[in-house]
């Protein structure tokens, strides 16, 4: 009932900035958790920051000082603003939100984007 859709992924040189959006639709009552998610090639999926229930954000220590998550005003919208991009940092991104609909409990997925830090 809740979808997920990001963008803004691409190509970036190292050191250069990229800010990510995550979009939901949906009968949404409460969003109770926020999280980005990255996979790069050959690892496992890695929590890369987050929003809590209690409203603290917590990022990797990988992208400590270089990644800044925070909520759209208007919408249902998530953004991880990303900078000083590093060739570690190439991965398939994922949003996800866990919260309450009229009817249900949900944890939604994206279907990820895609980002390539290389010279």
């Known amino acids: 009932q809740v979808q997920l859709v990001e963008s803004g992924g691409g190509l970036v040189q190292p050191g250069g900035s990229l800010r990510l959006s995550c979009d939901a639709s949906g009968i949404i009552i409460s969003i109770n958790y926020l999280a980005w998610y990255r996979q790069a090639p050959g690892k496992q999926r890695e929590l890369v920051a987050e929003?809590?229930?209690?409203?603290?954000?917590n990022y990797a220590d990988s992208v400590k000082g270089r990644f800044t998550m925070s909520r759209g005003n208007a919408k249902n919208a998530v953004y991880l603003q990303m900078s000083s991009l590093i060739p570690e940092d190439t991965a398939v991104y994922y949003c996800?939100?866990?919260?309450?609909?009229?009817?249900?409990?949900?944890?939604?997925w994206g279907q990820g984007t895609q980002v390539t830090v290389s010279p």
């Open positions: 929003i809590t229930s209690g409203g603290n954000t």
């Open positions: 996800n939100l866990r919260g309450r609909t009229l009817a249900r409990g949900y944890d939604s």
